[in-house]
């Protein structure tokens, strides 16, 4: 009975669709109207509405979809750099010396490469579903219905961390440089930086459009190039070496300081350790969906 009605439901519903898009003139009604197993009505390769599968309701799409797609090129490039070049930078230099030049590279080839073919994996899915609505419920929607609220959650816990890290970050480095400058002794506790960087990241987080991060993304761009930059210059000239803030108080440099000088190293426990850091070195994919959604050439060559 439960499926009559859906069945029902969704009947009525696809009338009523086109016959709205008929009075609001946006078909011909001799156009021949076919419909997908999602429940999207189409005309030949143009999408026109969308079916709530559970209520049987349409909702008219290109209107939103135009709207949506206010992206550019520049901009979705931007954001994906900054959500690639994250706090992950920071801990590549410690892996680097835990497998060696030779072992490191392959592991940074080898995540790079299957972040790369996870994303094009992405675009494809985004590609099937047609529309400006992708996202990862509307994939598990169509793969494993069963499984929509624990793939959203997953995306959620990833997310959360990532986020977390960043404040990790900030609370361990900030209050060093409030006392090196000689700020308030306020500024010299962790818990403080937090909770700026947390009252600092609220009102971004609650932009309706992705894009409208382009000019942010850029200025951490910015910081994170400095940020190689410095981190370069101490690692490969010895006469900033004295600088650094682990520096041997008998001269020299502490083994937990020195930058690798091995280029093999035979496997151990800590070289596994650190696959973790490569491979979350080149995570973007909470953040495809959006873009792809956001473009309005979105397709997979594009993407």
């Not at 410690?94 to 590279?105: D, F, L, S, V």
């Not at 793939?151 to 060093?176: E, N, R």
Request: aromatic letters at 10%; proline letters at 5%.
């Amino acid at each position: 009975v439960r499926a009559h009605n859906q069945s029902t439901a969704r009947a009525r519903g696809t009338v009523d669709s086109v016959l709205t898009l008929i009075e609001l003139e946006q078909i011909d009604p001799k156009a021949e109207m076919t419909q997908s197993i999602n429940g999207d009505v189409h005309t030949g390769d143009v999408e026109y509405a969308e079916l709530d599968n559970e209520e049987g309701q349409a909702r008219l799409l290109p209107e939103a979809a135009e709207k949506a797609a206010e992206g550019t090129i520049f901009g979705s490039t931007l954001n994906l750099l900054n959500t690639l070049v994250g706090a992950g930078m920071l801990a590549l230099p410690y892996a680097y010396a835990q497998q060696g030049y030779a072992i490191g590279t392959v592991s940074l080839f080898l995540a790079a490469t299957g972040s790369f073919f996870g994303l094009y994996l992405l675009s494809l899915c985004a590609q099937r579903l047609g529309s400006s609505n992708a996202s990862y419920g509307a994939v598990a929607e169509l793969v494993v219905p069963r499984a929509v609220l624990a793939i959203d959650a997953a995306v959620a816990i990833k997310c959360f961390g990532v986020a977390t890290s960043y404040l990790i970050v900030v609370g361990d480095q900030m209050p060093g440089i409030a006392q090196y400058f000689g700020w308030a002794p306020l500024f010299e506790r962790r818990e403080v930086w937090i909770l700026i960087s947390m009252l600092a990241a609220a009102p971004l987080s609650f932009l309706p459009r992705l894009s409208s991060l382009q000019a942010t993304s850029a200025v951490a761009l910015m910081a994170a190039a400095y940020l190689a930059s410095i981190v370069f210059a101490f690692s490969w000239f010895a006469n900033l070496e004295a600088h650094l803030p682990c520096r041997h108080p008998t001269g020299g440099l502490p083994p937990s300081c020195a930058r690798p000088a091995v280029v093999w190293e035979s496997p151990e426990l800590s070289m596994l350790k650190v696959v973790p850091i490569f491979v979350f070195s080149f995570t973007c994919h909470q953040n495809i969906f959006l873009v792809h959604n956001e473009l309005p050439n979105n397709s997979a060559r594009c993407l």
